[in-house]
């Protein structure tokens, strides 16, 4: 059974950091493509950015709204995932969400069930 | 950027009808797109990809059509358990982008 657990969400203030992960079970995590994708309070889905798989050297796409201070990691060995966010912005307020993607069939199978991140002074 | 356009932005719908969404693209996708429905507080559920790919596990009430940039996501049979958000994405270009949501309520 694939599991995704996000964790590492919480309250930071403006211009801070916060690292968020993403545990991965149940499937290969080396042949996924993985992605991160948010959900503001009350407002609708934004694609945060993506890491290929380990056959495309786990390269990285990044939203234009985050490009510049988000990063995207894995660590194979511990089947995870991380997105390393800096200088945040209250508008980076969000229930943060990973997500697989089979490159087979370009699918968004399974997500993770969130982690909340809010930024607030 | 590709923009996608859904509508209604909402609609109201009683058990056992047939109720259609619509998605536009802001420029041809051909047939990447997903449909995913969301339930409140809960973390959006992969119903369709491919335009018409039925996510295994997905009923066969739910039906996506389409491509180019006019794509359909049509529910039958409305079951109380159906009322929730549904979001398109596309997946032809980066940054993928998804649609505004349709919230499909109760009459």
């Known amino acids: 059974e694939v599991q995704l657990v996000e964790s590492g969400g919480g309250l930071v203030q403006p211009g801070g950091s916060l690292r968020l992960s993403c545990v991965a079970s149940?499937?290969?995590?080396?042949?996924?493509?993985m992605d991160w994708v948010r959900q503001a309070p009350g407002k609708g889905l934004e694609w945060v950015g993506r890491?290929?798989?380990?056959?495309?050297?786990?390269?990285?796409e990044y939203a234009a709204s985050v490009k510049g201070r988000f990063t995207i990691s894995r660590d194979e060995s511990k089947n995870s995932m991380y997105l390393h966010m800096n200088s945040l912005k209250t508008e980076d307020t969000a229930v943060y969400y990973c997500?697989?993607?089979?490159?087979?069939?370009?699918?968004?199978?399974?997500w993770g069930q969130g982690t909340l991140v809010t930024v607030s002074s | 950027d590709i923009q996608m356009t859904q509508s209604p932005s909402s609609l109201s719908a009683s058990v056992g009808d047939r109720v259609t969404i619509s998605c536009r693209a802001s420029q041809d996708i051909s047939r990447a797109l997903a449909w995913f429905q969301q339930k409140p507080g809960k973390a959006p559920k992969s119903l369709i990809y491919t335009a018409s790919n039925l996510q295994s596990g997905v009923p066969s009430k739910f039906s996506g059509s389409g491509s180019g940039t006019d794509f359909t996501l049509t529910i039958s049979n409305l079951q109380p358990e159906d009322f929730a958000t549904y979001y398109c994405?596309?997946?032809?270009?980066?940054?993928?982008?998804f649609g505004g949501g349709t919230r499909v309520e109760t009459k």
């Open positions: 149940g499937f290969t995590f080396s042949d996924y493509y």
């Open positions: 997500v697989t993607v089979d490159t087979s069939r370009w699918d968004q199978k399974y």
């Open positions: 890491s290929r798989n380990k056959v495309n050297s786990y390269t990285t």
């Open positions: 994405q596309q997946y032809k270009t980066y940054p993928l982008t």
